[in-house]
């Protein structure tokens, strides 16, 4: 008799890790301070705020170091056996009427989104889209991660289609994305 596990294709599973960041009211205050010290925005348009800039190796190396055990944590519990290397990182800021269209990170990698300043009563978490149609309609399927509040991080590969839904309060949100090998 054939085992349920053997009913799928294990390359075709996507990986996927939703955790907390350990020691986040020290962890915030510290990613705050890299903001608040060295964001200039490169970017700012009717969607978003970012600092985004690929050769931002100062944001990477100071990130790594706060969030290493986390990132080592999630990425073991994901069947990465490699310290994860922080490749580039960047903050955004949705205020009113901000939102990101459907993107990825590109091939090879894995990002992440960790959420800075997320109000949970009006905000909602990055949609990932499925690379796979519903089996019964064909149609295509988003997720949305759950109980999703500051100091939440996702890892994802880089290379999932994913989007953030408009920010419909005056509540500001912010996010701390960065992608990694």
Known sequence: MKNLTDNYIKDWVIPFYQGKIAQWELKSQKLIQIYDRF????????????????????????????????????????????????????????????????????????????????????HKPTTFISPFLNLEDGNVMEYQPSDVEEGTFVVFPSALAHYVPTNQSDVERMILAFNMK
């Open 39 to 122: 964001s200039k925005p490169v970017m700012e348009s009717g969607d978003q705020i970012t600092d985004f800039d690929t050769n931002n190796s100062q944001y990477d190396m100071l990130i790594q170091n706060i969030l290493l055990d986390d990132l080592r944590t999630a990425t073991k519990e994901m069947g990465f056996d490699r310290i994860p290397i922080i490749q580039n990182s960047w903050f955004q800021i949705y205020n009113k009427a901000h939102s990101h269209a459907i993107h990825n990170h590109g091939m090879g990698s894995l990002s992440v989104v960790c959420y800075i300043k997320y109000d949970s009563t009006v």
